[in-house]
């Protein structure tokens, strides 16, 4: 999956958490609780999608920069191998 969907449906599970948590009652500290600590765990892996996008890109840069660099050789044709034929087992 690509970054920005990866970022886009995470900030839609953090939206979601969001509205839950606003919805749900204070006479539940545990469930609030448990809920914080969701939004908190999706928050932490959208900065690790951000992250490993950015690194991405970098390393994608290099690549393409030992790309151009590097000596293009044509390859070499290789001869075409053939069977035994029809003479082969005659005589």
Do not use: C, N
């Amino acid at each position: 999956m690509k970054a920005t969907k990866a970022l886009m449906r995470i900030a839609h599970a953090e939206d979601l958490i969001s509205s839950v948590l606003e919805r749900y009652s204070e006479g539940a500290p545990e469930i609030r609780q448990h809920l914080l600590d969701a939004k908190a765990a999706v928050g932490r892996a959208k900065d690790a999608v951000t992250v490993r996008e950015s690194s991405e890109k970098t390393s994608a840069r290099k690549k393409a920069a030992t790309k151009k660099a590097a000596v293009k050789v044509p390859p070499v044709k290789k001869t075409k191998k053939h069977g035994p034929t029809k003479q082969d087992y005659e005589g």
